[in-house]
């Protein structure tokens, strides 16, 4: 674990070029499909587009090979970027269990959540944020089952003396599945309270113009009986 020298290979080149290759078309995706939502929505989408790039494709495969045999035994190209994080995490290319099964949970749960979140925010749906909240949580309890465990028994798997696999691979990489989803999440918490004050002054209006109604109507029915 004191690997001190950056090992920066064609294969780590080509993973960290097709990440930026994701990222660039989830943007493109968010400001011509949702070209009417607002700019914090655009980001949003964008981030959720990349979030299901990154489930569907690279994970998805991941999961495949470690359900059949190991990232390590096998020589298929789609293994190849998880051989490289295995660098930095070893439990990646040995088919740990706690690891491959919140895999599972995040191609088959988190990656559609995802998908259906994007439906939602497009299509102005009640829900949007029930979802959102969801999506949140399940990224956020992954990313914790993931490092937790790990921690708890000393990082004995884990490469820290390497600036690429340390900064790179497992802080930055998992670090924006914890950053974003808890900024979607006070936006959530924020659209609602701003909606639920929204909802209240309308009630307090309508009570006001109702309860001014009948107290015209009162005065011109006795008025009238005068």
């Known amino acids: 674990m004191g690997n001190e020298k950056t090992v ?7 993973s960290l ?6 990222a660039f078309g989830a943007f493109i995706f968010a400001y011509t499909v949702g070209k009417s939502q607002s700019r914090i929505d655009k980001l949003i989408i964008a981030w959720l587009v990349f979030d299901a790039l990154i489930h569907f494709t690279l994970e998805g495969p991941f999961v495949y090979w470690s359900l059949v045999s ?25 088919s740990d269990p706690t690891i491959v099964s919140l895999e599972i949970l995040t191609v088959f749960i988190t990656g559609p959540l995802a998908v259906w979140l994007i439906f939602a925010m497009l299509k102005n ?7 959102q909240i969801v999506l949140c949580v399940c990224e956020l309890y992954g990313g914790w089952m993931t490092f937790c465990p ?18 790179v691979y497992l802080v930055f990489f998992n670090g924006i599945w914890v950053i974003i989803p808890i900024l979607l999440l006070v936006q959530s918490w924020q659209d609602m309270t701003a909606t639920r004050k929204i909802k209240q002054t309308k009630t307090v209006e309508s009570v006001t113009t109702t309860s001014v109604s009948h107290k015209y109507n009162t005065r011109s029915s006795g008025k009238k009986n005068k």
């Open 8 to 14: 920066l290979t064609q294969v780590s080149i080509v």
């Open 17 to 22: 070029a097709v990440t930026a290759v994701y």
């Open 70 to 94: 190991t990232v390590e035994k096998s020589t298929h190209v789609t293994s190849q970027v998880w051989k490289e994080y295995a660098l930095a995490d070893r439990r990646w290319g040995i």
């Open 125 to 131: 749906k009640t829900y949007r944020h029930f979802i």
């Open 150 to 167: 790990e921690w708890l028994t000393g990082s004995k798997n884990l490469e820290t003396g390497n600036f690429l696999y340390l900064w």
